[in-house]
C-alpha cells in the first residue's frame, strides 16, 4: 500500500438548516443540523477506509459531501492533491466517473425495466464525452469487464437479464460493476450490504476487497456494523455526532479501542460463540441530536470517565501511536478500565 | 418440561401464483424457563411461525397439518373465539418485528400497556393502573412516564414498553420476532441485557426468532435452524456452534462476522433460498450445497436423530459433516 493520500479532507462541515416545525414558523427562525462538524483525515491511495457508527452521526452525510451530492458548509475536499471543493459543475462533471458510489439498497437504486447491459452501460452513455467512447463494440467489451471484475461470470449470460431474475448479491454486484465502468480510482460504499441476508454478504465484501487488491481501487466504506467492517476494511474511524471520536487500523481499533465511545460499541455487540463474551453496556443513553451537540466533548453526557475538563474543552484528535489516534482527554484511564471489565 | 411442542407443522399462503410453501415440517420444542432461538434468513418461514403459533395468519394462509401443543394442549384445533379470550396475550404473547412503531400514537403508553390487561382480564382500572406502573419499573422505565405520548419515547423506550405489553399478564411464553432490528447496537444491548435478567427473574419461556446469529448465541439455550420452511438443524446452542451437523449451520456460522476474532476472509453460502412456490422435491438446501450428491437432489431428508444429547439433522450425510 502506498502512503500517498487519495482524498483529504480539511475541517469538512455540512450544517444542514431546517425551517419546519411550529416554532421554527411562528418565530421565523431557523434550526441548524450540524450533521457534520468538522472533520479531517486521509484516505490513501488503494486503502479501504472504513467509517462506523450510529444512526445519526453523520457517516451517509460525509460519503455524499466528499462526492458533493451535498455542498459542504466549511473546509476542503482535496482529491489527489486537487482542491475540489469548489469545482464548478462541468469540471465536476468531468471529474464524476473517476469518483463513484454505491448505495444501500440495490432494489432501489437499479431501474427493474433496464437489463444488466442497459444497467451498466447507462453512465458510459450519460459520460461518453468525457471517456470519448464511441463504438457501440467498446461499450459492450467495458461492460463485459466489468461484470467480470464483479465476478459475474459468462458476462454474456448476465448481460441479457433483468434485476428481478437477479438474487440480491447479484444486484448489488451490478450496482458496483456500474460504478466500475467508468473506470474510477474511488468508490464511496455506503452500507452496501446491510439489505442482504448474512449468508450472501461475502460474496459482494469479497469482490470490494479483491478490485482493492486486484486494480488498486480506493474505497470509503460507510457502515453501522463493527464487527463486519473490521474484516473488510484496513482502517476504521468511529463517528459520533459528526466528528470522528477514533481512527486507527481496523484489528488494532477493535483490539485495543481507546476512546470510551469505541469501547462502548465493541462491547456491545454480541459474538457469535455461545461461551464467548456476553454483551455489555458500558454508556447508556442514546445518540442526543445533532441539533443541540453538547458542550466540551460531545460525548461527555454519555461517558463513564468524564470530568470537569471533558464538559468544557473539546478534545482533539491526535496521534497518540503509530496511526492510531483519538479524541479524548483520558483515554489512557479508560483504556485501563476496558482491559480488566471486558 | 416443555411449554411448547411443534412438530410436523405444514403451512401455505394461497396467492395468484399458486401455493407457497412457506412452512414444511418444522418441528422444535421450548422448555419451561429456556431460551429456543429460531434462526432463518429471508424466506426461511420463520416469522409465519410466529404467527401460527399466535392464531394470527392472514386468510389466505392454511396450516396442512401438524401439531402444536401449550401444556398439553392441542392449539391447532382451538376455535378463534377462546383463542382470543384465554390464550392470545394471557398465555403466548409477541413482540412483534417493529411493533415499537405500531404504538397507537394519541394514547399515553400507560393507557395502552392498561388496554392489554384489562381487555383480557376482569381487574379494575385503578388497580390495573398499579400493575402497569410496576411493568413499567420492571422495564427499565420510570412510572412518571406513564403518561408520556409514543413520540416523546426513544426507539429503546418503546421497544420496552412493547416488551412491558408482552408481560403484562405473565404469559406462559413470550414470543420475540426480530425485537431488536431497527436499534442501534448500544440500544441493542441494553434491549437484550433487559430481556435476560427479566427471563431469568420471571423463569419465562421464550422464543427469540432472528436472523443474526450473534444474537441467538447471546440469548439461547436451544436453537432450531430453520431454512425454506423445515427445521434444518436443531439441538443445544453449544452443539450448533461447536459441532454443527448440516451444511447450511455451517455455512451460515462461517458468515458471520466476529468482532472477537482474527481479521480474516468472510465466507458465504453461494445462490439463493429456494422457490417456495415451487419447492425442489428432495433436500430444499441441495441446490446451495457443495456436498450434495444425486440423492440429496431426488429425496427428501427427514429430520434426524443423531443421537448426541437430542441433537437433530435434516442431512443425508450429517455423520459426515463437521466445522
Not at chain 2, 156 to 185: C, F
Request: with cysteine; charged share 25%; glycine share 8%.
Amino acid at each position: 500500500m502506498s502512503s500517498e493520500a487519495l482524498i483529504s479532507l480539511v475541517n469538512l462541515t455540512k450544517h444542514f438548516e431546517s425551517k419546519q416545525g411550529l416554532k421554527n414558523t411562528l418565530l421565523r427562525k431557523k434550526t441548524i443540523i450540524r450533521a457534520l462538524d468538522g472533520v479531517s483525515f486521509e484516505i490513501k491511495k488503494g486503502e479501504i477506509f472504513g467509517v462506523a457508527g450510529e444512526s445519526g452521526c453523520g457517516k451517509t452525510t460525509l460519503g455524499r459531501t466528499i462526492i458533493r451530492l451535498a455542498e459542504p458548509t466549511a473546509g476542503s475536499i482535496f482529491y489527489g492533491g486537487r482542491d475540489i471543493t469548489h469545482l464548478d459543475k462541468s469540471s465536476m462533471r468531468s471529474l464524476r466517473p473517476k469518483i463513484q458510489i454505491v448505495f444501500q439498497d440495490p432494489y432501489e437504486s437499479i431501474n427493474p425495466r433496464m437489463s444488466v447491459f442497459e444497467v451498466v452501460a447507462e453512465g458510459l452513455g450519460i459520460n461518453r464525452r468525457v471517456l470519448g467512447m464511441k463504438r457501440q463494440e467498446q461499450v459492450r467489451e467495458a461492460v463485459k469487464r466489468s461484470l467480470e471484475l464483479v465476478q459475474l461470470t459468462p458476462p454474456e449470460q448476465f448481460m441479457v437479464r433483468y434485476p428481478h431474475e437477479l438474487s440480491g448479491g447479484q444486484r448489488q454486484r451490478v450496482a458496483i460493476a456500474r460504478a466500475l465502468v467508468l473506470e474510477p480510482d474511488f468508490i464511496i460504499a455506503d452500507e452496501p450490504v446491510s439489505m442482504l441476508d448474512a449468508s450472501i454478504r461475502a460474496e459482494v465484501l469479497n469482490v470490494v476487497t479483491d478490485l482493492r487488491d486486484k486494480l488498486g481501487l480506493t474505497f470509503l466504506f460507510i457502515t453501522h456494523d463493527l464487527a463486519l467492517s473490521k474484516h473488510v476494511t484496513d482502517r476504521l474511524g468511529i463517528m459520533y455526532l459528526g466528528k470522528f471520536a477514533e481512527i486507527a487500523p481496523s484489528e488494532e481499533l477493535t483490539s485495543k479501542p481507546l476512546h470510551p465511545y469505541t469501547q462502548a460499541l465493541i462491547a456491545a455487540i454480541p459474538v457469535p460463540d455461545p461461551d464467548g463474551k456476553k454483551v455489555k453496556v458500558l454508556a447508556g443513553g442514546e445518540v442526543p441530536s445533532a441539533i443541540a451537540i453538547p458542550s466540551g466533548c460531545r460525548f461527555h453526557p454519555r461517558c463513564p470517565f468524564a470530568k470537569e475538563l471533558c464538559k468544557t474543552q473539546e478534545p482533539e484528535l491526535r496521534q497518540v501511536e503509530q496511526e492510531h489516534y483519538v479524541a479524548c482527554h483520558y483515554y489512557q484511564e479508560a483504556y485501563d478500565s476496558f482491559k480488566t471489565t471486558v | 418440561m416443555s411449554v411448547l411442542d411443534v412438530s410436523d407443522l405444514k403451512m401455505y399462503f394461497e396467492t395468484l401464483e399458486g401455493p407457497v410453501h412457506a412452512v414444511e415440517d418444522i418441528a422444535f420444542s421450548v422448555e419451561k424457563g429456556r431460551v429456543l432461538g429460531l434462526v432463518g434468513e429471508s424466506g426461511s418461514g420463520k416469522t409465519s411461525i410466529a404467527l401460527t403459533l399466535m392464531g394470527l395468519l392472514p386468510p389466505n394462509a392454511k396450516v396442512l397439518s401438524g401439531s402444536v401443543r401449550l401444556g398439553g394442549e392441542e392449539l391447532l384445533k382451538v376455535p378463534e373465539e377462546r383463542l382470543r379470550r384465554e390464550i392470545r396475550w394471557k398465555r403466548i404473547s409477541l413482540v412483534a418485528q417493529g411493533a415499537m412503531n405500531s404504538l397507537n400514537p394519541v394514547f399515553t403508553i400507560g393507557d395502552q400497556i392498561k388496554e392489554a390487561i384489562t381487555t383480557h382480564t376482569d381487574t379494575p382500572e385503578p388497580e390495573a393502573a398499579e400493575q402497569v406502573k410496576e411493568l413499567l419499573k420492571k422495564v427499565g422505565i420510570s412510572p412518571d412516564r406513564y403518561s408520556s405520548y409514543p413520540h416523546e419515547l426513544s426507539g429503546g423506550m418503546k421497544q420496552r414498553v412493547i416488551i412491558a405489553m408482552a408481560l403484562a399478564l405473565s404469559p406462559d411464553l413470550v414470543i420475540a420476532d426480530e425485537p431488536t432490528t431497527a436499534l442501534d447496537v448500544i440500544v441493542q444491548a441494553e434491549i437484550l441485557t433487559l430481556l435476560k435478567s427479566l427471563q431469568r427473574e420471571m423463569r419465562m419461556s421464550m422464543i427469540l426468532i432472528t436472523h443474526d446469529l450473534a444474537l441467538v448465541a447471546e440469548m439461547s439455550n436451544t436453537i432450531a435452524i430453520a431454512y425454506g420452511g423445515q427445521t434444518v438443524e436443531y439441538g443445544s446452542a453449544s452443539d450448533i456452534f461447536h459441532k454443527p451437523r448440516h451444511p447450511y449451520t455451517i455455512g451460515l456460522l462461517k458468515s458471520v462476522p466476529n468482532i472477537a476474532a482474527k481479521k480474516t476472509r468472510l465466507t458465504s453460502i453461494p445462490g439463493s433460498p429456494p422457490d417456495l412456490v415451487h419447492p425442489p422435491t428432495g433436500c430444499r438446501f441441495a441446490a446451495r450445497c457443495s456436498f450434495a450428491t444425486s440423492k440429496c437432489v431426488s429425496e427428501m431428508p427427514p429430520l434426524e436423530d443423531t443421537g448426541e444429547r437430542g441433537h437433530l439433522a435434516r442431512c443425508w450425510y450429517w455423520r459426515d459433516m463437521g466445522l
